[in-house]
C-alpha cells in the first residue's frame, strides 16, 4: 500500500550549481520555507525530498540537491548522492541564475539527460543583475528546453506552479483503460443493472472506458455480474483486464481466478483524474480513526433516497463492520459545496456528474483544510479486501 503511494507520485528533481537558487524555488513552489536558504556556496548538503499536489497534475515529488559544482571536501560524495537522485528522476529542473553565465556544468547535465528525462528550465533572476540573461535564453532554446525566467524571492509562487503543470500536462494520464490491455487481449466489463442504476442509460464512467475501448480496437465483452461465469464458459482466450462496479466486487472476485488483473471503474477514474494517491493516504486515515469522528458523506447528485442506499446506509453499515465504531455522520448532496463544522474524513461518491474542475476544487479544499477523502470505490474494493489486486492492473501493489 505504502509503495503505491509512492508510485503514483512524479518525481521531479532540482538540479543546479551552488547559489543558482535551487532551494529558493523549492520554497517557492510550495510556499514554505522548508529548505534552507543562503548565499554561501553548498548550503544544501543532502537531497531534500517533498511530497506536494501539483494541482491539476497530480502528486509529486520535489528533490532539492546539492550544486553540481560543489568543491568542498565532501563534494564528490554529494555530487554521488546527487546522481543517485538523478537516476529516480523523469522530470528534471535545472536551475539558472542570471549572476553567472550557463558553463560545461550545465552543458553536461543536459547532454546527459536530454534524451531520457524531461528537462525544464528555471532563470532565477536575481537583484538587478540582467547581464547574463540572454546567455541563459540563448542557451535553453538551443536545446529547445522550455523555461521561465523567474524571481524566486519575490515573485509569485502559482507562476511557478503553472509553468510546471503546463510543461507536464503531455505527462499527465491521456487514457482512462487503454494502457492498461495487454496488447491484442480483450476486456470484460461487469455492469450491475439493479434498482440503483439510472434507468435507460450507463453510467458516465462505464460509458468512458467502453468509448475508449471502441476507439483503441480493444475486445469488451459487457455482462452482468451474474452472466459473468457463463461468459467464462464460452470465451476462448483469457480476457486481459476484468473491470467492475465496485459493488460487485465480492461478487466478481469470487468467480474470477487469482491470475486474471481485476479493478473498478471508480479506481480507473481516481487514477485518470490524478486522485488515486490522495484517496489511498485516506484509506490510511480511516484505519486510525476514533469513536465518534465527524465524517461528511458526499454525493454529488441529489436522488431519491432508496432502501439500502449507498451513502446513507451501506457506507456506514461498512464503516462500522471495518472498524467496529461508531462515527457522527453528515449527509451532503448535490453540486453546491458547503461543510458546516470541521470533518475528520470525508467519503466522496465517484463525481462522474462534476467537472474535473469542480472536483479538483473539492480535493483542494480538502486538503488545504487537512482533511482526508476517500471515494466508494476504494472503500468498496477496501471492505471486499481486494484493494491491493484493484490497484496491481494499474502497477501498483
Ligand atoms: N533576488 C533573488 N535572489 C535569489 C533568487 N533565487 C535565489 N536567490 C538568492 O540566492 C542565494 C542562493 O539561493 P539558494 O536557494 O540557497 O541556492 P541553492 O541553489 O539552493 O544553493 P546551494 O544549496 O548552495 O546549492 C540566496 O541568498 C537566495 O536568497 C531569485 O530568484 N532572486
Ligand atoms: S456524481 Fe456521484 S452520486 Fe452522481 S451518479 Fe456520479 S457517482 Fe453517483
Ligand atoms: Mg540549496
Redesign the pocket.
Known sequence: MENSLRLFRKTIGIF?????????????IIGEER???????????DPNRRAFELLPYGPVEFI????LD?TSVLGEIRKAKTREVLATCSVVIL?G?T?FKPEDWELQFIEENQTTKKIIGII????SKTENLEAWKKFFEKFNIPYLL??????ASSAVRNFLVQNLQEKVQKTVVADLVPKGKSVVLVIPIDAGAPKGRLIQPQMLVLRELLDYHIIAHVVQPESLKELFLNLKEEPGLVITDSQAFAQVREQLPDKIPLTSFSILMARFRGELAFFLEGIQHMKRLEEGAKIGIFEACVHHVQKNDIGSEKIPAILKKLTGLNFNYTFYKGREFKINGDLDLAIHCGGCMLTQEEMEKRIEFFKEKGIKIINYGMLFAYDAGILERALKPLGGA
Request: glycine share 14%; with cysteine.
Open positions: 543546479g550549481r551552488c547559489n543558482a537558487g535551487k532551494s529558493t524555488l523549492l520554497n517557492n529548505a534552507i536558504t543562503s548565499s554561501i556556496p553548498g548550503t544544501t548538503t532539492d540537491t546539492p550544486g560543489d536551475v541564475n549572476g532565477n533572476m536575481v537583484e523567474h524571481d524566486c524571492k519575490n515573485g
